[in-house]
Each structure stands twice: as C-alpha cells, then as structure tokens.
C-alpha cells in the first residue's frame, strides 16, 4: 500500500500478518496467467459488434433506453469475463464512436462511472453512451429480447428522444421550500412535497 492511505486500519495490520504468515509456510501466491493470443481473439470475435448499426449512430445520436445504473451493472457482468480487461472494453466501445471524433478513453473515465450511482447519475459521460451502443448491438446481434425494464424505459423516453444524455446529473432547481427534486427509477426528476 502506499502512502499512509489505510496504515492506521485493522485490516492492513491483519492482512500484513496473513500473508507474512502464507510466506513462512512456503504457501506461492498463485501466478495470473497472461491470456494467450488465442484467448484474445477468441474474446474479440466473441464481442465483435462491427456489422450492427443502429439509427443515428453515424452523428453520435443512438437513442439511449437504459439508465446509468443499468448500464453499470452490463459493465460490471462485463468484466467478470476472465479474458476482458477494462483496457480492452475501452477499446472495444471506443470504436462505437465515428473516426472523425478522435474520441479517446482512459481508465479513469471508466472508473469514474463505475464509481458513481443512481439513475441518471454519470448520464454525460461519454463511456455511458458508448457502453450502451455496445450493449445494445450485443443485444441484437445475439437476438435476445428486450427486457421488460428496457420496455418502460422506452415508454417512458421516446416521446423525449431518448434518455437524456446532455443534461448533467448534479443541474440545479428552483423550487419551493415546501418541496424537494428527486429522480425516479427511470432517470426522471420530479418534484416531491415535504411533510
């Protein structure tokens, strides 16, 4: 661990003594084995997405009809792949973008969404929109059927164009105080009395 960021903790002074332990014992931590070449593209044919086009995705303009969490979880499932690193997931959604864009990932983009929650919360990064494209073109691509959340969603937002993607998370309302801003599970914000 570096810096003092934890040393304080129980659970470094504990995990400190486990592996000490482990090590006198004789006891190898287990090597991760580097993915073979043909491992990655195994991996790359299985997550090639580049003969489904959807509507709009030429401007950078796909509706969008999962909600930030959503999407999150599609990430997180994701990575439980043994063979995809979060490097390459950024190289594969990356390529959703046209090439004239230049747009480019680094992991901390990716970090920062995953670290975030709630509905609409992370709705202006662009990894969240490159990640639904991707999703969304495994989904078809795969010919599975859409769920019923994803149903609601479009309900909900198609007569809006879609999820909306421009307008941050964290933008400010007026509102009386006798009232308060919430967000509902569809990534809509409403306003709520205060008893």
């Known amino acids: 661990m570096t810096g003092e960021k934890g040393s304080e903790s129980n659970t470094y002074f504990h995990a400190h003594r486990f592996f000490l332990k482990r090590e006198l014992q004789g006891i190898k931590e287990p090597k991760k084995k580097p993915a073979s070449k043909q491992a990655k593209l195994d991996t790359e044919k299985k997550y090639d997405?580049?003969?489904i086009h959807l509507p709009g995705e030429e401007e950078g303009k796909v509706q969008v009809y999962d909600?930030?969490?959503?999407?999150?979880?599609?990430?997180?499932?994701?990575?439980?792949?043994?063979?995809?690193?979060?490097?390459?997931?950024?190289?594969e959604i990356v390529k959703i973008y046209p090439p004239e864009q230049a747009v480019k990932f680094q992991g901390n983009s990716l970090t920062r969404f995953l670290d975030m929650s709630g509905a609409n919360s992370g709705n202006t990064n662009a990894v969240f929109y490159a990640a639904y494209?991707?999703?969304?073109?495994?989904?078809?691509?795969?010919?599975?059927?859409?769920?019923?959340?994803?149903?609601?969603m479009e309900k909900v937002w198609r007569p809006h164009g879609g999820f909306?993607?421009?307008?941050?998370?964290?933008?400010?309302?007026?509102?009386?105080?006798?009232?308060?801003?919430?967000?509902?599970?569809?990534?809509?914000?409403g306003f709520g009395k205060r008893r």
């Open 49 to 51: 997405v580049s003969g």
């Open 164 to 189: 909306d993607i421009k307008t941050p998370h964290h933008y400010g309302y007026w509102c009386h105080a006798s009232e308060f801003v919430y967000v509902d599970k569809y990534g809509q914000k």
């Open 67 to 91: 909600t930030c969490d959503e999407v999150r979880k599609k990430i997180h499932a994701h990575l439980r792949d043994s063979n995809v690193t979060k490097a390459g997931f950024l190289r």
């Open 133 to 152: 494209v991707f999703f969304e073109k495994l989904r078809i691509r795969d010919g599975q059927p859409k769920t019923k959340f994803r149903e609601e």
